[in-house]
């Protein structure tokens, strides 16, 4: 299977939540304790036998190719296997990638020069987890030209902007602006797209990348709706019995910083709507040689360090401090006597002695001096930090928060 499909993960865009992608792409934004958001995706393709991929880049990418190289250069080039980033090649004219679309036709060569029957298209943005290798022998069983896997909308899931409607055979009979109030009922893209090689040639060549498009929605609606009544184009139920992944039927598009938190937060649940801890889908990401974290007394005070509900990553150490239903990523330090309750600190967050958090996410490499209060005083941190509709107060990457 790894030779008859060719996957293009998508990682061009800013995307959202903004406070995060200001030094990097929606795709490198950390996630979960320890992962980067493209992580989920490559996961999928690593864990369903896909070994050709290639990941469109642009917007801030640095951080993203890092990644890339540190996390995942597990393939064997020998074997025709790869992880490749594709920045603009500029090969068809001077410009950028414009849109997904765009981004097709400017690497249309790549499509051309393999041999893969089928292409796999992934939106890098998005955290779920799919055994594409079940959505590949299905999209075969069907003698489908293309494959749309489409999640089921509930008043607990993310909203849509596109509604799609199947016949009694799945296939896809409509591609629709959701129209509903709430927008949470009916059947809606995820960002895959399995589309057979030639038919994706034949679409790139009808002017479609002429249309700007730079969310999934979008991007699924212009490319599938003027193919319904050319091709044999075939709805994939999500989160079914089929393939190797536990059905949680996650998926989110971390559109806000709110989202951002409460997924975040979710994975402190007792039964978290997301499984990390399936054995044999394992999610793969970098793994920096660091000591076990560990809670210790303070060093004046005596205190212990606790933590309670919460996500301890590598090289963390919680002295004297008190942490609960937090998720810390790696080498995070938390001083005697802090508070820490209902945040997100990423790598390299620093909490002074006696400072208390609540309520709030803390990009990379912040500091915080001792005394300091975040998320305590909505109107003081709003002059301060940005804060969400919901009142998560975002610091971003490597500010320095003085004391009050």
Known sequence: ???????????????TPTALTQHRTKAAVPFAGKYRVIDFSLTNALHSGLRQILVLTQYKS?????HLRDAWSVFNPELGEFITPVPP????DSGWYINVLDALRQNRYLIERNTAETILLLDGGLVYRMDYAALIRWHREQQAEVTVPLRQLTPESTASRVRIECNEQEQIVACNPNEMANKTAGLAPMGVV???????????????NEISASTHEEFMTLLIEPLLAQ????????GGERGRVTPDR???????????????????????????YQPDWNILTNQGQYPPARTVPGEHSGNEGIFINSMLAAGTVIRGGGVSHSVLF???QVEDGAIVDGAVLCDGVQIGAGAELRRCILD????????????????????RFEVSPQGIVVITKGCHVAAD
């Open 1 to 15: 299977m790894s030779k008859t499909t060719l996957t293009f993960v998508f990682a061009t865009e800013r995307g």
């Open 62 to 66: 640095h951080s993203l190719h890092k």
């Open 89 to 92: 090649q500029m090969r068809t």
């Open 194 to 208: 399995l589309i057979n090689r030639d038919v994706l040639l034949n679409a790139l060549d009808q002017g479609l």
């Open 231 to 238: 091709q044999r184009v075939f709805g994939y139920q999500f």
């Open 250 to 276: 996650y998926w989110s598009d971390l559109a806000s910083l709110d989202a951002y938190y409460q997924a975040n937060m979710a994975l402190l649940a007792a039964q978290p709507p997301l499984d990390l």
């Open 330 to 332: 790696p080498r995070v």
């Open 364 to 383: 990379k490499e912040v500091t915080v001096a001792p005394g300091a209060r975040i998320g305590l005083d909505i109107q003081r941190d709003q002059q």
